[in-house]
């Protein structure tokens, strides 16, 4: 991948003892949005800070833009748009202000930095705020508010470390929707997420990380296709009656049992939980939905993501 | 030309990393915006606590020894008031040095943030650190002039030399808030050894450096702190600039000492910014 505007190859990181990343390959292509799932202590962040250019590597190569970080990080930052995981606005000043005061940082000309937080502002849904302080924006508007700054420079690419965490649902879907605008217009954007559906939602191609390394790669699609079945049902027992997990079992490809509930893999859940009434299961409740990342992800860690 | 056409013209451009001084200006600049929004904040512990040293001391206590007779040996043969002004000048930079670069330095990395912000972009660590030094020493000076004008419509400014003493202020100022700088980008708590900084460094260096009295009033052996004060070192060069006082010798030895501090504290910040932005 030549034109690759990221390239890893066994890419680490070390802060003391602790190896936070143990090797990863990444490829990221221009025009895609790519994803690094995994819980909190996966590596995401490290990973992404070194991509940043604010943390450099221990080993491996790195090239971001066709540049290596190590020598040339300023050049590099004057073409990334960074959207940090805890916001780091000046709350003392106003949301005009922290746009054009962010652009300034880049070397802009003023009169080009005004032009663009104007154009901002309204990206971000926030003309009507423009000269109110940040301090009392609500979560979902700060959030709105750094994305917008991040892209204050044109960027070529856009980080974004876990840009939807603390946000009320319907923040988090005004959020998607302004990156899945910026999609549109070929943005080519890395996100990390340790939400399932975000990556599900926005991401093109991701892999999953646990424990500082990559243990799948591919489309949301692909993953679930190769790492899951078409269907789950959860299946909920009261204690009493809960069955052994050999008679799960006989009714699935394959069952988890989770501390309150039981998944088990199939391609027709329907099916199966006919299967289980006819054979004298009870279960307080049932219900099939379709696999997710959220399955992946259990499948291959044997943990579950979100605690 | 319309925004966007403007704005298009722009994005042709490609995004280039600022030249180097260039990037310092730059957050002296953003440091600047904010000032302008914010100095109503800062106005009083800047300049109105000063000015109350100035009537409380100058005036107040000036009075009272007006009259004795040690008092006008000591002082050169001046007013009390004027050969304390110089020395309050000093003072007053150096006490706005210390709470400039405790806990808003803190503050760059643990709260608001603002650096991490900043080291997201094409600035450097180094340009980061230097460009909040540089913006504290201009906030100084700004405020040091309007103290000035206070003194001497107290009657505090003998001659033109005053503006001398200002030059010294900012760089005791400069040099107190550089090593200030580095011990707080250094600190990973919630600032508590600021408390120690300010009562066991500062309280001291304030009344131990020759404002109030000559340090030649003090016990023998306590002398030779004051030396280390660099406080004492600009006060010396405050008062050397308003009453003509200075001699060659001592004058280059009090301005190699605060530039050396300077350097060393300036090169020590641009160290531990450099590290903990890019850990």
């Known amino acids: 991948m030549g034109d690759g505007l990221v390239q890893a190859r066994d890419l680490r990181k070390r802060f003391g003892t602790f190896e936070a990343v143990r090797g990863i390959d990444v490829d990221v292509a221009q025009g895609e949005v790519f994803g690094f799932l995994g819980p909190n202590g996966a590596g995401k962040s490290s990973t992404m800070r070194m991509i940043a250019c604010v943390s450099p590597r221990t080993s491996g190569s790195l090239q971001v833009l066709g540049m290596d970080p190590d020598r040339d990080g300023p050049r590099i930052r004057a073409r990334l748009g960074v959207v940090p995981q805890l916001d780091n606005l000046d709350t003392e000043l106003s949301v005009r202000e922290n746009l054009e005061i962010y652009g300034r940082y880049f070397g802009l000309p003023r009169r080009h930095v005004r032009a663009k937080a104007a154009e901002l502002l309204e990206f971000a849904r926030l003309t009507e705020r423009a000269e109110d302080r940040v301090e009392p924006l609500s979560g979902g508007m700060k959030r709105r508010l750094t994305i917008a700054r991040s892209l204050v420079n044109d960027p070529d690419l856009l980080l974004l470390d876990e840009p939807t965490t603390g946000l009320d649902p319907q923040a988090r879907h005004l959020l998607w929707e302004r990156l899945y605008q910026l999609k549109r217009e070929g943005v080519t954007q890395i996100i990390t997420t340790h939400y399932m559906d975000e990556a599900e939602q926005l991401c093109d191609r991701l892999v999953v990380m646990d424990g500082g390394v990559i243990v799948a790669e591919g489309s949301p699609a692909e993953l679930i296709e190769r790492w899951s079945t078409r269907e789950v049902l959860e299946l909920r027992f009261a204690p009493e009656d809960r069955p052994a997990a050999a008679d799960l079992e006989r009714h699935a490809e394959r069952v988890e049992v989770l501390p309150d509930r039981a998944l088990l893999y199939t391609a027709d859940g329907e099916r199966s939980q006919a299967a289980l009434h006819a054979a004298g299961l009870r279960p307080l409740s049932a219900l099939v939905r379709r696999s997710t990342l959220e399955d992946v992800f259990l499948r291959l860690t044997g943990r579950t993501l979100v605690d | ?279």
């Open chain 2, 1 to 279: 030309m319309a925004i966007e056409e403007r704005a298009a013209a722009a994005r042709a451009a490609p995004a280039a990393a600022p030249r180097w001084v260039h990037g310092v200006l730059l957050v002296v600049e953003s440091f600047w915006r904010w000032y302008r929004r914010n100095w109503r904040a800062t106005a009083v512990s800047s300049v109105l606590q000063p000015l109350l040293f100035l009537l409380a001391f100058g005036l107040g206590f000036g009075s009272l020894i007006a009259t004795r007779p040690g008092a006008a040996a000591a002082t050169g043969g001046v007013p009390y008031l004027v050969w304390l002004a110089p020395a309050l000048l000093a003072m007053s930079t150096v006490q706005s040095a210390a709470f400039e670069m405790t806990y808003p330095v803190l503050s760059g990395f643990k709260w608001q943030r603002v650096y991490l912000g900043m080291a997201a972009t094409p600035l450097t660590g180094a340009q980061i650190a230097l460009g909040h030094l540089v913006w504290v020493a201009a906030k100084m000076t700004l405020t040091g002039a309007v103290y000035l004008v206070l003194i001497a419509l107290f009657g505090g400014a003998a001659s033109i030399g005053v503006l001398g003493s200002l030059a010294a202020a900012v760089l005791t100022g400069a040099a107190v808030a550089a090593p200030v700088m580095a011990f707080s980008a250094s600190r990973e708590d919630e600032g508590a050894a600021f408390n120690a900084l300010f009562r066991f460094v500062v309280l001291p260096m304030t009344l131990f450096s020759g404002t109030f009295f000559p340090v030649a009033a003090l016990p023998a052996w306590v002398q030779p702190l004051a030396w280390i004060s660099p406080l004492w070192h600009g006060t010396e060069l405050a008062r050397a600039a308003a009453l003509g006082t200075g001699t060659a010798g001592a004058v280059l030895g009090h301005l190699a000492y605060l530039l050396a501090l300077l350097a060393v504290g300036a090169w020590l910040a641009v160290r531990v910014f450099t590290r903990r932005l890019a850990p």
